[in-house]
């Protein structure tokens, strides 16, 4: 797995060896750099802007068609998916619960900082009226993009 992100700090990099995983992760503050080192059996996890993920992605593509690239909520963001060319596995994952889905088919922009501003102001007002926000358990969402830049969730097992 290879974590990529504009100004990877010191902090990030302790935060993810101290997670002890089995899976070696390198880290890069520059696209340069680990496009230089990418291998096909690799993985790039960006958690940097979504302006910046588009043009690591357009980069990557220009030489490693097949590697998946992998985001947080950056994937579902209007300014990723009008900037990059969107080819080979490209993924994005959120927490969520399990109204994001339906929510997300009626709303325009449906990203999942749109959703997390939506679900505040309910609680919020479940809240001032004397009720009890949602329970409802989180779980993380994967989503694939398409081409056109559409998302596609994916069932986790």
Same mark, same amino acid.
């Given at each position: ?35 230089? &080192?990418? !291998? +096909? ?10 302006? =910046? /993920?588009?043009?690591? %992605?357009? #980069? ?44 997300? &088919?009626? !709303? +325009? ?10 679900? =505040? /102001?309910?609680?919020? %007002?479940? #809240? ?30």
């Amino acid at each position: 797995l290879v974590v990529a992100t504009h100004g990877f700090s010191e902090v990030y990099r302790r935060d993810m060896e101290s997670l002890q995983l089995t899976i070696p992760i390198l880290s890069y503050s520059t696209s340069t750099a680990m496009l230089a &080192e990418l !291998q +096909a059996a690799d993985a790039v996890f960006y958690l940097g802007a979504p302006d =910046a /993920a588009a043009d690591l %992605l357009n #980069h990557l593509r220009a030489t490693e068609s097949d590697i998946p690239f992998w985001m947080g909520p950056q994937g579902a963001d209007p300014v990723f998916t009008d900037r990059a060319t969107i080819t080979g596995p490209v993924y994005w994952a959120i927490w969520t619960d399990t109204a994001y889905n339906s929510w997300s &088919e009626s !709303q +325009a922009p449906a990203t999942p900082s749109a959703y997390l501003t939506y679900r =505040a /102001a309910c609680s919020a %007002l479940a #809240h001032s009226a004397g009720h009890s926000a949602s329970s409802e358990p989180w779980r993380v969402q994967i989503s694939s993009l398409s081409p056109d830049g559409t998302s596609h969730p994916l069932s986790v097992k």
